[in-house]
């Protein structure tokens, strides 16, 4: 748990002055609202002394005094929870973007394993209750201490033994108090992970919908959504079940110690033991204690849940970065684009007879591309070809071999660098829910209006932006969903042009584009490769026979490797996928 708690102590300290203002004022208002039943005994014994209205004067000043302390008290109460409560949404505000970006530095795989509408519930839900352990929780702690310190210590001194007799049932309070937290914690994370599920499955519903509907399962995915749903109530009810109990018998604890003093202290009155105002008095410190003890098992159950929330955040702040800048890293300029690979080997852990094995996916490649040239590269399905190229970027990291560029080993030029210099685009592009013009400047160094203009030309995407009725302004919706897959790829690649890149991956990015339009495409890249070095990766022999060379790829290995005309007189494997490429465009024409 105080681990845990380490890690609000640096956001705390950033407000510590606020904090400390806003327990001033908490002090100060308990001391005001401690002073109110003293006054009131005054009040009470100067009106049984009275024998005359003209004898009213002290009681009328104190009644008078007493309406000036509590107007006071409340004024500066509303400083306190000012201070405390608006700190609590600083620190919340602060963790929360703290959060944000430690997620951005975390590496393609954590989001693989990870459900994205979890880490939605612990960025939102799980903060609001983090949020709460330093706000509430600092409130009605610091004012259950102060008015405990300074209510007893007058009671003792009013009365020693009825105050020992109102406070016997308290111990019972203690040990309550630990029962009930282990429960509050542990349900309190259960109900936190279920809302998580459930986040998860809203999130690939609404993402997913038209697949939903593609395939006819709406009912199935209601009933899916219906028992995640059953299962966070189930568990929110069990929270509650805990949390009805353990409040009124916190208030139930109280009110017999206020029992307790109604019967043996008027008694004592009507002995002569104390007079009516010292019992008046001592009633109503009774009374102030009785608040915060009922906020007791509000500030347990707070700060339990706040507790439970904290840990799943901090689950998230553990995670480091596969991929980091290394202690070898120096700054290093990118200039010429110059790849070269050097004994590549890499294998993704698969699972198989219950153990842990390695299937190679790259297996000792040796490969050169000088700077401003286009390499193509071909295979089947899983012969390595997207795990190579997501190695020359670093997205992975290299099990063993070496890749350089500009002679310098990827493993110690800066990532910020590394990523500037090569833009990828994927088969599958994400785009934002924003507008046309935002996807395609995103990340770019020169986002005007002509670079974004240009750079859609050359993606052969201007047809279609003029088409829009709002042009470059046109909102595309969530992932590009109201754009074609064309279109998505094409904006995608107008994206990675703008960034004016050392080095441009193509992943299969024309799969969804029709054939004249990729030759189109790829005539208005050849000026904007000149100087570039490029790699493509494609199932359209169209799409690489130009390029300055050619590599096959299968089972992990280069199998084959030159120019188109050479590969073809070859007779292996390339030749094969072309003649396969020419009988299937014959038999579209047929």
Known sequence: MFEDLRTLKPYVRRYLGA?????????????????????????????MHA????????????????????????????????FLLGNSRKVGRDLRDDLFAHLQTLSPSYYVRTPTGDLMSRLVNDMQYVQSLVGPVILYCANTVILYLGAIPIMLYMNVRLTLLALIPYPVL???????????????????????????????????????KAYAQEKNEVNHFRTLSENYLTSNINLLRVDSLFIPMITAVSSLGMLVVIWIGGRRVIQGEITLPEFVAFSGYLTILAMPT???????????????????????????????DGADTQPFKIERGEIEVKGLTFSYPVLD????????????IHLHIPAGTTLAIVGHTGSGKTTLINLIARLLEVDAGKVF??????????????????????????????????????????????????????????PDVEAFPKGFETIIGERGINLSGGQRQRTALARALVAYPKMLIL?????????????QILDNLRDFLRDRT?????????????????IVMENGEIVEEGAHDALIEKGGIYADLYQEQLLREELERI
């Open 19 to 47: 904090y400390v203002v806003g327990c001033i004022c908490l002090l100060a208002a308990n001391a005001l609202a401690l002073a109110i039943p003293w006054l009131t005994k005054e009040t009470i014994a100067h009106l």
């Open 51 to 82: 024998r005359k209205l003209a004898e009213l004067g002290k009681p009328h000043f104190y009644a008078l005094l007493i309406l000036i302390v509590a107007a006071t008290q409340m004024i500066i109460r509303v400083g306190s929870r000012w």
């Open 174 to 212: 203690l040990i309550t108090f630990k029962r009930f937290a282990t429960l509050l914690f542990s349900r309190s994370r259960k109900v936190q992970e279920r809302l998580g599920d459930l986040s998860t499955r809203a999130q690939e519903t609404v993402s997913g919908i038209q697949i939903i």
């Open 294 to 324: 009922a906020f007791l098992g509000m500030i347990i159950s707070a700060s339990q849940r706040g507790l439970s929330s904290l840990r799943r955040v901090n689950e998230v702040f553990r995670e480091q970065p596969s991929i980091t």
């Open 353 to 364: 007879n219950g153990g842990a094995n390695a299937r190679f996916s790259l297996k000792d």
């Open 405 to 462: 560029i500009d002679g310098r080993d990827i493993a110690t030029i800066p990532l910020a660098e590394l990523r500037r210099a090569i833009a990828l685009v994927p088969q599958d592009s994400f785009l934002f829910s924003v507008t046309l013009r935002e996807n395609i400047a995103f990340g770019a160094r020169n986002g005007d209006a002509a670079a974004i203009e240009e750079a859609a030309r050359t993606a052969g995407l201007m």
């Open 507 to 519: 992943d299969d990015a024309f799969s969804s584009v029709d054939t004249h339009t990729e030759e």
């Open 534 to 550: 490029a790699i493509i990766i494609s199932h359209r022999i169209s799409t690489v026979k130009n390029a300055d060379k050619i």
